[in-house]
């Protein structure tokens, strides 16, 4: 049979487990026969209808966690494209033919992306497995080994729903831990000399996921400024601590270096001596008032913008080594120059901002550009605030993004 012989809608209608299509917005975009059949409403009570408004927590049990996991895990895969298994679930249905009573149901879901042309995520693919009956059959005359295994397996799927809630909220205590240590190392906002600047962060959805970003911004001698990023590889608490030692280190190295290449050799030196440094990526830039120059140095980190007065963006990709403690032994490090006039902006960001599973860097760095040229005559501020509302989707992602924006 040919491919476009297949009849695709008919293929969809038929598969034997629970399917739905779901729009970005979690409305019901198309179910399959069988996910009418087993959750009791017709096709018509549930197309274009919003899921929760359907299927909402059972609101006498206050301790319903059904459709709170299913929203946390359908808006992971929105912001990552990338597919999650959900543990199985305990979600109670209100019954049709006895409305205010709840059924116990339990599920085992499957969420994933479909993506369009653009790379965005256009549909979510909804897949359940319904294990009700096998559950209800705990607790009922044993029968056999069929039975006790079956009683086994309830008590399991208990065991893991306890551990997955403890799990989330040990990484939500560690997700708090995590950020208050990150803004305790981070610098606050403040002027730098008489020029215009802003700075965010945007922590990662997840907790483990969290604090491998930094920036720095320092005064040095004459009108000039040290503006650094950089991302450690590791997440979590340690990642945090290995990034305050690398931005400390090289906030201290750039007051004293001759310019931005060799401070990252004296951070790339440092960074062999850390354990979980390895791998970083850290950009360092030098701007100059006096001369109306930039001098930067890069290793392995996403190239700065440079928007000009016009609304062209450039990119700052001259100067690019690879991440710290890549070479086996101390390696000179690339530099370049360029010149800049008033009213440029220079942006240095982390790959949080413009990086996705399954979308080539070049997308994101178009969208920033597109984004910068739009904004153009923002001041610093309102620019960093307009650049994360346009390249970072609402439900977050799962890595740091770091962001500072200078006005030159």
């Excluded at 959900?86 to 049709?96: G, I, K, P």
């Excluded at 700052?316 to 490090?333: G, I, N, Q, S, V």
């Excluded at 960001?349 to 923002?378: F, K, N, Q």
Aim: aromatic share 6%; with cysteine.
């Amino acid at each position: 049979m040919s491919e476009t012989a297949i009849d695709y809608a008919a293929v969809f209608r038929a598969l034997p487990a629970l399917v739905a299509l779901l729009t970005p917005e979690l409305t019901y975009a198309d179910v399959n026969d069988e996910f009418v059949r087993a959750s009791g409403r017709p096709r018509e009570e549930l197309v274009g209808r919003y899921l929760f408004d359907v299927f909402p927590d059972n609101p006498n049990d206050p301790a319903a966690t059904g459709s709170r996991n299913l929203r946390a895990s359908l808006e992971r895969v929105l912001a990552t494209g990338e597919r999650d298994t959900m543990a199985l679930q305990r979600y109670d249905v209100e019954s049709l033919e006895r409305p205010g009573e709840w059924e116990e149901r339990y599920w085992s879901p499957v969420n994933a992306a479909v993506e369009g042309p653009d790379g965005r995520v256009d549909l979510l693919l909804h897949r359940v497995e319904e294990v009700t009956e096998l559950i209800r059959a705990h607790g009922e005359p044993a029968e056999g080994r069929t039975r006790v295994l079956e009683a086994e397996l309830y008590m399991r799927a208990r065991e893991l729903q306890e551990v997955n809630e403890r799990l989330r909220q040990a990484h939500a205590r560690e997700r708090e831990v995590a950020l208050a240590l990150q803004r305790a190392m981070l610098p606050a906002p403040r002027p730098v000399g008489n020029h215009r600047t802003a700075v965010r962060y945007r922590p990662a959805t997840g907790a483990l996921n969290v604090c491998g970003d930094w920036y720095d911004l320092i005064e040095l001698p004459g009108d000039r400024i040290g503006v650094s990023v950089g991302d450690v590889v590791g997440h979590g608490l340690e990642a945090a601590g290995v990034m305050g030692q690398l931005r400390s280190a090289l906030s201290a190295a750039s007051r004293v270096a001759e310019g931005p290449a060799q401070a990252l050799e004296v951070l790339d030196r440092y960074a062999h001596f850390v354990d979980g440094a390895e791998s970083t990526t850290a950009l360092t830039a030098v701007i100059d008032w006096d001369r109306g120059w930039i001098t930067y140095s890069s290793a392995g980190h996403p190239p700065p913008a440079l928007l000009r007065g016009d609304g062209t963006v450039e990119f700052l990709d001259r100067a690019t080594d690879p991440p710290l403690d890549a070479h086996a032994e101390p390696t000179a490090r690339p530099q370049a120059t360029l010149g800049f006039t008033g009213g440029d902006t220079l942006v240095l960001y982390t790959d949080g901002l413009v990086e996705r599973r399954r979308r080539d860097i070049d997308t994101g760095l178009a969208a920033l550009a597109a984004s910068l040229t739009r904004h153009r005559d923002a001041a610093p501020g309102a620019l960093a605030d307009a650049i994360l509302r346009d390249l970072l989707p609402p439900q977050g992602v799962t890595d740091d993004t770091a962001l500072v924006v200078v006005r030159l």
